[in-house]
């Protein structure tokens, strides 16, 4: 199993950052994706993912953030635009059925810095 996120880095707030995360193709390809983000501290969360009545964000990310995916890349992409420093988390790809699922392979993660 591949989930290799990059794109992470220290911004300051305000500014943008895209993530991106290449998936095993083969695996992946016919599930929904999403992005999750885990802060110090904090537990895992769901940001944004694909769903087939159109992208769901949560409500602190909404009209910042912009999910999408290149299927014949097998990459999924976070657009991050107005960070914040509530934003600062390590950010993982997964599909939204193994996520659930306990000891499911999440990869390392990018690591997003916004600082005020």
């Known amino acids: 199993v591949q989930l290799q996120a990059s794109g992470g880095g220290l911004v300051q707030a305000g500014g943008s950052l895209r993530l991106s995360c290449v998936y095993s193709?083969?695996?992946?390809?016919?599930?929904?994706m999403g992005w999750y983000r885990q802060a110090p501290g904090l537990e895992r969360e769901l940001v944004a993912s694909?769903?087939?009545?159109?992208?769901y964000y949560i409500d602190s990310v909404k009209g910042r953030f912009t999910i999408s995916r290149d299927s014949a890349k097998n990459t999924l992409y976070l657009q991050m635009n107005n960070l914040k420093p509530e934003d600062t988390a390590v950010y993982y790809c997964?599909?939204?059925?193994?996520?659930?699922?306990?000891?499911?392979?999440w990869g390392p993660g990018t690591l997003v810095t916004v600082s005020s």
């Open positions: 193709g083969s695996i992946f390809s016919s599930e929904i």
């Open positions: 694909g769903s087939s009545g159109g992208p």
């Open positions: 997964n599909s939204l059925t193994r996520a659930i699922i306990k000891g499911a392979a």
